[in-house]
C-alpha cells in the first residue's frame, strides 16, 4: 500500500496505522472524552509521525464551560471579589448559549473524577493555583484560561495590578504622607507580587527609600481577618509608626482600618488608607474606603472571551484597566 504523501494523511490513514477505528482517532484528534491517556497519545503520536496536517481539525464549538474557584478563595472575605468575576463570565456564556458550573476546588479533591462529571470542553481557572494543580488540569487537553493569576505557558486575564499600587502610593505621597506602610498578603499570588512592585516603584520615583520594617505580610495559617489586624499591629507598634497603608486588597484594609480606630488614631488624620478592588463593603466602613476599582464582571466576561477568539493553543495576557477613586479615608 503506498503511503499517503505528507499533508494528504487522513483520518482512515491514521487509524489504519494504529490498528484503530476512525472514531477512536477522531475523538483523540478532537480531545474529546472516552478515552484513556494513553490511546489519546499513541493516536497524537501516529497522526505526527505519518505527517497529519493538525489544521485540518475544526475547533470543537464551546458548550460547556467550567469555572474553577480554589477553595482558599471560597471564603465570606473573598467572595465580594471573585463573585462578581464568576456572574461576569455567567453573562458572557448566557449571550454566547454556553453553559457555565462551578467548582470550588483544592489540590486533594480528586480533580480529574469531578471533572469528568461536568465535561467541559474549557476551563476558566480564578485566582491563585498551584502549579500541580494546574499541571493536572492541563493534562485533562481542555483549553484553560487563568483570571486574576499568570503563569508562564497559560493565556491569562488581569486587572492592572502593578499600576494599581503604583497609584494608591503615589496618592498617599501626593497626599503628603511620608511613611507609607505596606500590608501584604502571600507573594505566591502573582497579584500581590504585582501591588508590591507598584507600592515600590512609586515610593522609588519619589524618591523615597523602601523600608523593610513599614511592609508587614499576613502570618501563615490564620484567616484574613486575623492577619491583617496583626499586621497593623506591627507596623503600629514601630518606634516610628507609618501615617498611611496601602492595603493589598479592601478586607485588609477594612481590618487595618478597625485597628488603627481601636488604637485611639484618626482616620485620616493620624493615618490615611487605601485598599484595593473596590468590592462592595468598601463604603460601609467608619470612613469609605479610598481603593482601586477593578471590573470585576469584566474580567469574567474577559476570560470567556479569550476561550472562543483562542483555541488553537496560542498562548495570549489580557490585561484590564484600573482607577483611583478617592474617599475619606485618605481626603479629610
Not at 43 to 72: E, I, M
Not at 77 to 91: D, N, Q, T
Not at 94 to 115: E, H, K, T, Y
Amino acid at each position: 500500500m503506498t503511503a499517503a504523501a505528507p499533508g494528504n494523511v487522513t483520518i482512515r490513514d491514521i487509524a489504519r496505522a494504529a490498528g484503530v477505528s476512525a472514531g477512536t482517532i477522531s475523538r483523540a484528534l478532537k480531545n474529546e472524552p472516552g478515552l484513556t491517556e494513553s490511546t489519546r497519545q499513541m493516536v497524537l503520536s501516529t497522526a505526527r509521525d505519518l505527517g497529519y496536517d493538525f489544521c485540518k481539525l475544526r475547533p470543537k464549538r464551546l458548550r460547556r464551560l467550567t469555572f474553577l474557584l480554589h477553595r482558599q478563595h471560597n471564603t465570606a472575605s473573598s467572595s465580594p471579589f471573585y463573585s462578581p468575576v464568576l456572574h461576569g463570565a455567567e453573562e458572557a456564556c448566557r449571550r454566547q448559549g454556553i453553559v457555565l458550573s462551578f467548582m470550588a476546588v483544592g489540590p486533594a479533591d480528586g480533580l480529574a473524577d469531578q471533572l469528568r462529571i461536568h465535561a467541559p470542553d474549557a476551563i476558566v481557572c480564578a485566582g491563585f493555583f498551584e502549579p500541580e494543580l494546574l499541571t493536572a488540569l492541563r493534562g485533562t487537553g481542555k483549553p484553560i484560561v487563568l483570571i486574576d493569576m499568570k503563569l508562564r505557558g497559560y493565556s491569562s486575564v488581569n486587572p492592572d495590578n502593578m499600576m494599581g499600587g503604583y497609584l494608591a502610593t503615589k496618592h498617599l505621597i501626593d497626599r503628603g504622607r511620608e511613611r507609607v506602610g505596606f500590608i501584604c498578603g502571600s507573594l505566591s499570588h502573582y497579584s500581590i507580587r504585582e501591588r508590591a512592585r507598584g507600592y515600590r516603584q512609586a515610593l522609588y520615583e519619589a524618591q523615597i527609600l523602601a523600608d523593610p520594617r513599614l511592609e508587614a505580610s499576613l502570618p501563615d495559617g490564620v484567616d484574613l481577618e486575623t492577619g491583617a489586624w496583626e499586621a497593623t499591629e506591627s507596623l503600629l507598634a514601630l518606634p516610628k509608626p507609618p501615617d498611611a497603608l496601602f492595603c493589598y486588597n479592601d478586607s485588609a484594609a477594612l481590618v487595618a482600618m478597625r485597628c488603627c480606630l481601636a488604637r485611639g488614631l484618626k482616620v485620616p488624620h493620624d493615618i490615611a488608607i487605601v485598599g484595593f478592588d473596590d468590592i462592595s463593603t468598601a463604603v460601609l466602613g467608619h470612613r469609605p474606603l479610598t481603593t482601586l476599582r477593578i471590573n470585576k464582571k469584566e474580567l469574567g466576561a474577559m476570560g470567556v472571551e479569550l476561550l472562543l477568539a483562542s483555541r488553537t493553543g496560542d498562548v495570549e495576557e489580557k490585561i484590564s484597566p484600573v482607577e483611583l477613586v478617592v474617599r475619606a479615608s485618605t481626603v479629610c
